[in-house]
């Protein structure tokens, strides 16, 4: 973050990824030729998400000025997606403990993603909510999902072939699939060593009868294993690929899609 000259930093985009594996922070300054700046934050474990955040806070200067925009992204396995055309505002609890177990002290909040007619309900610890909302009055609050069901969308009408889109993180895998920009499924597995990798990315695969010689499979995220994975996945998928850059695209894009 040494190159930015925060004095402007009214004019930039904060985007803040939260995980449990670590947060991650972009500085998008609009006038730079859009170059996005990334930091990683390695979290303590035994604290909160909420301690966890006042530590940062302490620690990194740059986090307390005023931003144009700020996005908070919530990277995890409890978000649900629905159909536009099915949701009511008032129904968002419902549909989403419909799905999850209800958990103490949290708030569901919704994105709606008009160009995939796609609703994506979320859940956020309430403390960190107001934690954020008492540093940037104006933050907006997104479901990381939701935010690559959207990119990848976009990717995935190049060509005539259906997609696969795998978003890795330390312990999971998000999985997107694609019928040239027609979302087909999205699904979130738990996941810590290489053949478990694979195995639910075949699984979903196959679920959908992509076809092995003509349909492509894109890997991004934290890719440490990415030589094994790529010997193995080519032995059942033949057209596998990196995704350049392969890491912090959710990033990117909510902080330059408005």
Known sequence: MESIDFNKSEQYTLSIRLSADGFSFSVFNP????????????????????????RAFKQL????LPYRRVYVLMAG?????????????EQTELVFYHNHPKR???????????????VVLFSMDKS?????????????????????????SIKSRQGNS???????????????????????????????????????????WKQLAFDQQRDELHLAGELDDKEALLAELRR????????TP?????????STCE
Not at 83 to 89: R, V
Request: glycine share 2%; proline share 2%.
């Open 246 to 254: 392969s890491t912090n695209l959710d990033l990117q894009f909510i």
């Open 162 to 204: 259906r997609k696969m889109y795998a978003n890795f993180r330390k312990r999971a895998v998000e999985v997107f699939c694609y019928d040239r920009g027609a979302l087909l499924l999205v699904n979130s597995f738990e996941c810590k060593n290489t053949p478990d990798r694979i195995y639910y990315l075949l699984y979903a």
């Open 128 to 152: 960190v909510c107001n934690f954020l909302s008492e540093q940037y009055p104006h933050v907006r609050f997104h479901s990381q999902a939701g935010s690559l069901v959207e990119y990848f």
């Open 61 to 64: 200067e740059w986090l307390r």
């Open 236 to 243: 059942f998928v033949r057209q596998v690929f990196v995704m």
């Open 77 to 89: 396995k409890r978000f649900t997606l629905m159909p536009l055309e099915l949701f009511e505002d």
């Open 31 to 54: 006038l730079d030729e859009g170059n996005c700046t990334f930091h990683h934050y390695q979290v303590d474990e035994t604290l909160s998400m909420t301690a966890n955040l006042k």
């Open 104 to 118: 103490d002290n949290e708030q569901i909040h919704y994105n709606v993603l008009r160009k995939n007619n796609t």
